[in-house]
Each structure stands twice: as structure tokens, then as C-alpha cells.
């Protein structure tokens, strides 16, 4: 498959995904008129699969400066697969559950909206530029490889660090305990 094949799923991909969130998120589709328990727990585990991911992609790039290319690579396939599993759950929690909104009061509201929007826009961001630095780095591409991640690793890092950040931000709102 030609290069410009794999652009144009990845970009597929990432809109699709895009487009997702943002139709489930606003209830474009009416959510169930009961929500099961399980969705009250999932904020939590949002907070940890972006904790492990931070922790993770770290690993994985000092295991890549010290040259330890399998581990690098399976730290990554790791990290993908909790993201992957993130963005599902993220998805279907602010599908069903109402929305939580920080205090108008706070004094520390625009720190946090600006952390929010922020982790959101670049969390949209990479993910094209994560699926182009896999299908690189699965390819053996290195070169392709490297210059994707000096921006999608970062990025990547930052998202998953202010997800923990949001959650420890607004946890204390939550009305379901």
C-alpha cells in the first residue's frame, strides 16, 4: 500500500474518531434513559489508563535512547492499545453520564479550562500524527519515524498527563460519588 493510502485511512481514521466523540459528547444521539453503575467508575479509569500511558511512553523513550528497540516498540504497542481503550471508554462515559461542570466561582475555573481545552484540542491533534508514527515505526522507517515523534511524542505525553490533571481537577464536582 503507497504511502499516500495509508495519509489518507489514517486521516480517515482520525476524523471518524473525531467526529464520534463529538456526536456521543453533545447526545446528538440520545444516551439510554438508565445508566448502568459501571459508568460512574469510569473517570477513575480514565485517569489511570492516561497515568499508565504517561508512565508508559516515558519508559519507552528512554528505552529507545538506550537503544533497546523491542521494548520501545512494545512499551508503544502497550501505550496505543490503553489509549485505544481510553478513547472507548471516554467515548461512552460522556455519552451516557451528564456533563459535570467545574464551578463558575473557582478561582482556579480558567487554569482548568484552559488544561481542558488545551489536553482536548491536542488530543485531536495526534492522533494522526500517533497512527503515521506507528505505521512508520512498525515499517522500520526510522527516519520517517523519528520526525513524526519529535512532535507526536510530546504532544502525545502532554495529553495524557493533563487527562490525569482534569480528573484530578474535577473529581471533587462529581455528584455520583
Do not use: D
Not at 481503550?85 to 475555573?109: D, K, Q
Not at 522500520?140 to 480528573?167: D, E
Amino acid at each position: 500500500m503507497s504511502e499516500k493510502a495509508i495519509f489518507r485511512i489514517v486521516m480517515a481514521v482520525s476524523m471518524v474518531v473525531f467526529l464520534l466523540v463529538i456526536v456521543l459528547n453533545r447526545k446528538l444521539i440520545p444516551p439510554p434513559a438508565e445508566i448502568p453503575a459501571f459508568i460512574y467508575k469510569l473517570p477513575l479509569l480514565h485517569a489511570i489508563t492516561n497515568g499508565t500511558c504517561s508512565v508508559l511512553l516515558i519508559i519507552s523513550y528512554m528505552s529507545i535512547r538506550r537503544k533497546k528497540v523491542t521494548l520501545h516498540k512494545r512499551l508503544n504497542i502497550t501505550a496505543f492499545l490503553l489509549s485505544a481503550l481510553f478513547i472507548a471508554s471516554y467515548v461512552t462515559y460522556h455519552y451516557m453520564a451528564p456533563e459535570t461542570p467545574f464551578p463558575t466561582g473557582n478561582p482556579v475555573r480558567p487554569l482548568y479550562l484552559f488544561i481542558l481545552s488545551s489536553h482536548i484540542i491536542l488530543a485531536a491533534v495526534v492522533l494522526p500524527l500517533i497512527l503515521l508514527s506507528f505505521y512508520h515505526g512498525l515499517k522500520n522507517n526510522v527516519a520517517k519515524h523519528r520526525k513524526l515523534t519529535r512532535w507526536s511524542f510530546p504532544i502525545w505525553l502532554y495529553v495524557t498527563v493533563t487527562g490525569v490533571v482534569v480528573y484530578l481537577m474535577i473529581s471533587p464536582y462529581y455528584q455520583f460519588g
